[in-house]
């Protein structure tokens, strides 16, 4: 009995190790230590707040535009194309959730074509370069960050820095994200795009 009890307590302590290193690896967040506002020595505010679309949109929008509120920036930029191409983009819809929100239409800039993370660094790379935005805080869910930022920080390589402010939690992430087969699914997907995403970073 007691050597089973052994086998279990080392089957959780394993399985907890695993949970933690997935987060580690995939959940940036480097306002975290910060506290609700920004402040100065590496919490300082940003030119612009980024949302991406995808996954959970509305977690990410509410996310960003509580940043805004909180005065981390005083531009919000949202990007994403219309899953239908006949309809508005996700980044009209995103717009309107922010105005909705209270955040006014004047500080919020669109990037409506990108339909994929590397079309969302892009295309708010074109934006920033505009409107001469140095620095973004992207926000994205949890099990998204790590990869945008790698994608992120490519595109804005001459251009300035890029922070990562992932959601709390999102309908696909939640807090006890490892009791949820989808979240597992979500994980196992990121991870080998991230390492494809360091890969094609590391070629000439």
Same mark, same amino acid.
Request: net charge neutral; with cysteine.
């Given at each position: 009995?007691?050597?089973?009890?052994?086998?279990?307590?080392?089957?959780?302590?394993?399985?907890?190790?695993?949970?933690?290193?997935?987060?580690?690896?995939?959940?940036?967040?480097?306002?975290? !230590?910060?506290?609700?506002?920004?402040?100065?020595?590496?919490?300082?505010?940003?030119?612009?707040?980024?949302?991406?679309?995808?996954?959970?949109?509305?977690?990410?929008?509410? @996310?960003?535009?509580?940043?805004?509120?909180?005065?981390?920036?005083?531009?919000?930029?949202?990007?994403?194309?219309?899953?239908?191409? +006949?309809?508005?983009?996700?980044?009209?819809?995103?717009?309107?959730?922010?105005?909705?929100?209270?955040?006014?239409?004047?500080?919020?800039?669109?990037?409506?074509?990108?339909?994929?993370?590397?079309?969302?660094?892009? !295309?708010?790379?074109?934006?920033?370069? @505009?409107?001469?935005?140095? =620095?973004?805080?992207?926000?994205?869910?949890?099990?998204?960050?790590? +990869?945008?930022?790698?994608?992120?920080? +490519?595109?804005?390589?001459?251009?300035?820095?890029? +922070?990562?402010?992932?959601?709390?939690?999102?309908?696909?992430?939640?807090?006890?994200?490892?009791?949820?087969?989808?979240?597992?699914?979500?994980?196992?997907? @990121?991870?080998?795009?991230?390492?494809? @995403?360091? =890969?094609?970073?590391?070629?000439?």
């Amino acid at each position: 009995m007691s050597k089973l009890l052994g086998s279990l307590i080392g089957l959780v302590i394993i399985l907890g190790l695993i949970i933690f290193g997935v987060n580690r690896f995939v959940s940036l967040d480097d306002l975290a !230590g910060c506290g609700d506002q920004p402040t100065s020595a590496g919490c300082a505010p940003a030119d612009a707040i980024v949302a991406i679309s995808g996954g959970d949109t509305s977690a990410r929008t509410d @996310e960003a535009v509580k940043l805004y509120q909180a005065g981390w920036a005083k531009t919000l930029i949202v990007s994403g194309a219309a899953l239908d191409p +006949r309809g508005p983009s996700n980044a009209a819809a995103m717009r309107r959730h922010a105005i909705d929100a209270g955040v006014p239409a004047s500080a919020i800039l669109t990037d409506n074509l990108s339909q994929d993370t590397s079309g969302n660094a892009l !295309g708010v790379a074109l934006v920033a370069k @505009e409107h001469n935005l140095r =620095t973004i805080i992207v926000v994205t869910s949890p099990y998204h960050q790590q +990869r945008a930022s790698i994608v992120f920080n +490519r595109a804005f390589i001459d251009i300035g820095t890029v +922070r990562n402010h992932p959601t709390p939690t999102d309908k696909y992430w939640p807090s006890t994200w490892w009791t949820n087969p989808t979240s597992w699914y979500l994980v196992a997907s @990121e991870m080998i795009k991230t390492i494809a @995403e360091l =890969t094609r970073s590391k070629m000439p």
